[in-house]
Nanobody
């Protein structure tokens, strides 16, 4: 199948920056969508940023102008550069992807294990 492995979380002070990375491996023919969601304690999981195979990018309003998503299909990776982090950005960040595993259209949709981002005030 497919695996998503995230890296790059940690503790940072307000106003600081972090970069998250996610690498997909396994049966990959092509990648449809790839992006990042987050879940703070007591909250539902929410979209942070996502890219489509056609190049469309969506950002949550709360991160526009501060976060930048980038994707490298040659390496099957997606990254999230997070600048000017604020305490309200504290959450577990999850990589999400929809991947076509073969030319017959068989598709995998799943999540990484999550990486914790903690922003102190």
């Amino acid at each position: 199948q497919v695996q998503l492995v995230e890296s790059g979380g940690g503790l940072v002070q307000a106003g600081g920056s972090l970069r998250l990375s996610c690498a997909a491996s396994g049966r990959i023919f092509s990648i449809n969508t790839m992006g990042w969601y987050r879940q703070a304690t007591g909250n539902q999981r929410e979209l942070v940023a996502e890219t489509s195979g056609s190049g469309n990018i969506d950002y949550a309003d709360s991160v526009k102008g501060r976060f930048t998503i980038s994707r490298d299909d040659a390496k099957n990776t997606v990254s999230l550069q997070m600048n000017n982090l604020q305490p309200e950005d504290t959450a577990v960040y999850y990589c999400n992807a929809e991947i076509m595993m073969a030319q017959d259209g068989s598709t995998w949709h799943g999540w990484g294990q999550g990486t914790l981002v903690t922003v102190s005030s």
